[in-house]
């Protein structure tokens, strides 16, 4: 299972001591201790692996390599290497510690989340014609440490949403290569999953029950995947004895949990016909067609229906610019 909300705690490196020494070479006798280096600092990169965030199932601590000590003879320690988290692309970074919240965009963006504390003084700064043999040095300073949580929402071209059981996973597999898991149960899907149709990402949100938005069930875990896609794809089973309350459940879901989302571009398809008579579903679409102009009758082992959902996601990828 892809994990895609995590708490860790980062910690940069400290800076290293500065050292006490005298040089011993005839001639050059005075402080000759050395400084010490800086503490590692700690950095996310952006990569696109959605499952990059698995790495902290069993590991909540991160933790950067200190600087050295400074030694004799004027020998600076060396900084700590600095320690680079990779997450996946659509991340959200909070600092729990400080109130910060980072969106990075770009696959390959480096940002500082910790930075490493500086190497501390060796004697030989603190050599003056008063104090030709100073014995002062400094600590290193600590590395910043904070909690910081990663939450991962997709970043799909389009999301396909409807309660549980309303043909999702199966009409992704139909047009995509995904191959997600199907059943005739609630909550089949515990994770969202990704289908490609030519350049255009395709991201299966589990289905969503009444009370989604204040936690019931799985919702609030998915509806924070919804926020970043572009198009919505509203999926109702032909099962379903009220179709017009299935929509707006899901509606009603997606507005107690952000009003924005229900100004995303909205197709509506009503699913799995093949089940049901001809008459029936002509019944079915008139209220559909009341709510949506953009909606469509299909069975995903028809290939009339699937030659018309490709013939939407083509008008979609060509004004995309993909």
Do not use: W
């Amino acid at each position: 299972m892809i994990i895609d909300d995590v708490i860790i705690k980062i910690k940069a490196g400290n800076g290293g001591k500065g050292a006490v020494a005298f040089n011993k070479n005839l001639m050059s006798l005075g402080p000759a201790g050395g400084s010490g280096g800086r503490g590692g600092n700690v950095y996310v990169k952006i990569i696109p692996e959605i499952d990059a965030l698995n790495q902290f199932r069993n590991k909540k601590e991160i933790i950067a390599k200190d600087g050295e000590n400074g030694g004799r003879q004027f020998r600076d320690g060396k900084d700590g290497e600095d320690l680079i988290i990779k997450i996946p692309q659509g991340s959200v970074i909070h600092n729990l510690s400080n109130g910060l919240k980072i969106e990075p965009k770009e696959i390959g963006e480096i940002i500082l989340l910790a930075k490493g504390g500086n190497g501390g003084k060796g004697n030989f700064h603190f050599r003056s014609p008063r104090n030709t043999s100073p014995k002062n040095f400094q600590t290193g300073l600590p590395g910043e440490r904070f909690e910081i949580r990663f939450e991962l929402k997709l970043i799909a071209d389009i999301g396909l949403i409807g309660l549980p059981n309303a043909g999702k996973s199966s009409f992704l597999n139909a047009i995509t290569s995904a191959k997600s898991k199907i059943g005739n149960y609630p909550f089949t899907t515990l994770e969202p999953n990704l289908g490609s149709y030519y350049e255009l990402i395709l991201a299966d949100i589990p289905g969503l029950i009444e009370g989604s938005s204040v936690g019931k069930g799985l919702g609030i875990k998915f509806l924070r995947h919804i926020e970043r896609t572009k198009i919505l794809f509203h999926l109702i089973s032909c099962e379903s004895d009220d179709i017009k309350n299935d929509y707006q459940i899901v509606r009603n879901e997606l507005k107690n949990y952000n009003k924005e989302l229900l100004k995303k571009p909205e197709y509506i398809f009503l699913t799995k016909i093949d089940l049901i008579e001809k008459d029936e579903v002509e019944e079915k679409m008139k209220i559909i067609k009341k709510i949506s102009s953009k909606s469509n009758a299909i069975s995903i082992y028809d290939d009339t229906s699937l030659d018309k959902i490709k013939k939407i996601l083509n008008e979609i990828k060509d004004k995309s610019g993909n």
